[in-house]
């Protein structure tokens, strides 16, 4: 069975940080990269970062340059996030996703359930 589950969401202030984890199983975690996406109520889902399985090449959204970094342990199958610098406008249920062809670009294959993230001001 397939499984992204992810972890560590929760409240904190702004200026704060969080890690957030998403564990993968039941799948080939090095044919695929990573994606974290974020969607906020009212708005649609988009990408935040994500990892390449094939080169360890990384992509970050404008918008957490420089404040989140993403990571994966491939002995674990786990990727992370760590967000730090937080802002009000990051509370959103983030989600981890399994992209095909081991490329950032690819399609997603299969989806975590999601984890809440809030920022307060």
């Known amino acids: 069975e397939v499984q992204l589950v992810e972890s560590g969401g929760g409240l904190v202030q702004a200026g704060g940080s969080l890690r957030l984890s998403c564990a993968a199983s039941?799948?080939?975690?090095?044919?695929?990269?990573i994606g974290w996406f974020r969607q906020a109520p009212g708005k649609e889902r988009e990408g935040v970062s994500c990892?390449?399985?094939?080169?360890?090449?990384?992509y970050y959204a404008d918008s957490v340059k420089g404040r989140f970094t993403i990571s994966s342990d491939n002995a674990k199958n786990t990727v992370y996030l760590q967000m730090n610098s937080l802002k009000p406008e990051d509370t959103a249920v983030y989600y981890c996703?399994?992209?095909?062809?081991?490329?950032?670009?690819?399609?997603?294959?299969?989806w975590g359930q999601g984890t809440q993230v809030t920022v307060s001001s």
């Open positions: 039941g799948f080939t975690f090095d044919d695929y990269a």
């Open positions: 990892i390449s399985s094939s080169d360890g090449s990384t």
């Open positions: 996703a399994a992209l095909s062809g081991s490329s950032c670009s690819g399609d997603s294959d299969y």
